[in-house]
């Protein structure tokens, strides 16, 4: 075979999906506190992640914005600061000297004393591409939603990136981040091994990549179901204090070593184990919003306090999982109603729900009691706990009961 002369015949590169790329690559510039350039046609912002940005960086987007710090929220925070904005509303607040530090702006944005401070007046934005696009990288990136901004317009593309200075700032196309954002799921299977657990059945955990390239989602197939019936099944959100710690502030390590005994007891099924720390904030804002929840705020309201949603978790990902598995019906251990309603929008026929119970403390009553009352959650399965392993009344069980919540569908 003659090869082609490299010298004359360069080889076509081929490379993969720009597109996520670069929105995963945008991202992580955000995590190190690094600013990203949004582009969309001949306009562009300049943004950075508040709780990340380094003084350095801060300073040069000020710069950009002719000397003014400039901050994008969204319409949950802008409540908490005491504003009306009409959901889904962005607001933008330009801070004043001599409170336009970075660590005023942080506590503005997701600090617990905001309202002691001198608020500057908001000014509630008709969200663009571009602040909407910013919005999306903030949340992709788990950091608080709250941006500093400076608009950079009037430029071209080329110009406009020469006149940053650093000459070091990555530039993504604000549709691109909106269509990577909107896109089904792409998940993809790339290891497994067995893993032996202390129930003693035959157990494999196979390794999924997605939605974004550096994402990893774990199924752990316990027993050898049969995929051809409603095979038995959790999807089950990480909770490092919970899972691994056995925090008492909620049930979900109990929960996870329930599971493994309840699928093992009915043959075999599966656990889906998303990377949705903090139901999809991450850890270190769920610290937050525990920290919130110690001065009597509730664990939804936490989260809008600190300008997420009540949940910010997507269940397309179990769906993708389980067409890769080949599941197509299951019987879902859970107590939640949207998990049930998710994977049934994902085309999953969810025969049967079975309820998953955890336990009961003085430190997760309220926790538990808020996911039924507010979030909807089936009431049943923590309603039966008042009790210890024994039956006995406990300390923890002297807490007021449940509401018998919704039973079955
Ligand atoms: N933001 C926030 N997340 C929490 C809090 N307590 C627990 N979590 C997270 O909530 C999620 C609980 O997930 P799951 O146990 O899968 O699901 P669930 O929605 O409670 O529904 P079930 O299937 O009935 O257990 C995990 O990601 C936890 O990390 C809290 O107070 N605030
Ligand atoms: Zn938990």
């Given at each position: 075979m003659v090869r082609p002369d490299?010298?004359?015949?360069?080889p076509k590169l081929i490379n993969g999906d720009r597109t996520a790329a670069a929105v995963d690559r945008a991202r992580s510039e955000l995590r190190h506190g690094r600013a990203v350039l949004l582009r969309d046609g001949d306009r562009a912002l300049l943004i950075g992640g508040l709780e990340a940005l380094e003084e350095t960086v801060c300073s040069a987007i000020k710069a950009q914005a002719c000397g003014r710090f400039v901050l994008l929220l969204n319409w949950r925070r802008a409540e908490v600061l005491g504003a009306t904005a009409k959901d889904g509303a962005l607001v933008s607040l330009t801070l004043q000297a001599p409170d336009d530090s970075l660590a005023n702006a942080q506590e503005l944005a997701y600090g617990a004393r905001a309202k002691e401070l001198t608020l500057p007046a908001l000014e509630i934005i008709d969200g663009d591409g571009l602040t909407d696009a910013a919005m999306v990288l903030a949340r992709l990136a788990q950091l608080a939603p709250a941006l500093m901004i400076a608009e950079v317009s009037g430029t071209t593309t080329a110009d406009l990136e020469a006149s940053l200075s650093t000459g070091d700032v990555l530039t993504v196309d604000a549709g691109d981040v909106l269509r990577a954002d909107g896109q089904a799921p792409r998940i993809k299977r790339v290891s497994?091994?067995?893993?032996?657990?202390?129930?003693?059945?035959?157990?494999?955990?196979?390794?999924?990549?997605?939605?974004?390239?550096?994402?990893?989602?774990?199924?752990?197939?316990?027993?050898?179901?049969?995929?051809?019936?409603?095979?038995?099944?959790?999807?089950?959100?990480?909770?490092?204090?919970?899972?691994?710690?056995?925090?008492?502030?909620?049930?979900?390590?109990?929960?996870?070593?329930a599971t493994i005994r309840k699928l093992t007891a009915m043959g075999g099924g599966i656990v889906l184990y998303l990377a949705q720390e903090g139901r999809g904030i991450g850890l270190t804002n769920k610290l937050r919003a525990y920290g919130l929840q110690d001065s009597g705020v509730d664990t939804y309201d936490a989260n809008a306090h600190l300008g997420f949603e009540p949940d910010e978790r997507r269940f397309d990902i179990a769906g993708a999982m389980l067409a890769d598995l080949g599941v197509k019906s299951v019987r879902l251990l859970t107590n939640n109603p949207r998990k049930v309603d998710s994977l049934r929008?994902?085309?999953?026929?969810?025969?049967?729900?079975?309820?998953?119970?955890?336990?009961?403390?003085?430190?997760?009553?309220?926790?538990?009691?808020?996911?039924?009352?507010?979030?909807?959650?089936?009431?049943?399965?923590?309603?039966?706990?008042?009790?210890?392993?024994?039956?006995?009344?406990?300390?923890?069980?002297?807490?007021?009961?449940?509401?018998?919540?919704?039973?079955?569908?």
């Open positions: 490299p010298m004359t015949q360069p497994a091994a067995r893993v032996p657990l202390v129930e003693g059945t035959e157990t494999q955990f196979i390794a999924f990549r997605g939605p974004m390239p550096s994402d990893e989602q774990v199924a752990v197939v316990i027993g050898n179901p049969d995929m051809s019936k409603p095979v038995p099944m959790r999807v089950h959100s990480s909770c490092l204090t919970g899972d691994v710690f056995g925090s008492l502030r909620c049930d979900c390590g109990e929960q996870l070593e929008a994902e085309g999953i026929d969810v025969v049967d729900r079975v309820p998953l119970t955890g336990g009961l403390t003085r430190f997760n009553a309220q926790y538990l009691r808020t996911k039924v009352e507010k979030g909807g959650h089936f009431g049943e399965a923590a309603y039966s706990r008042g009790l210890d392993e024994q039956g006995e009344t406990n300390d923890d069980a002297k807490i007021a009961p449940f509401p018998v919540g919704k039973v079955g569908f």
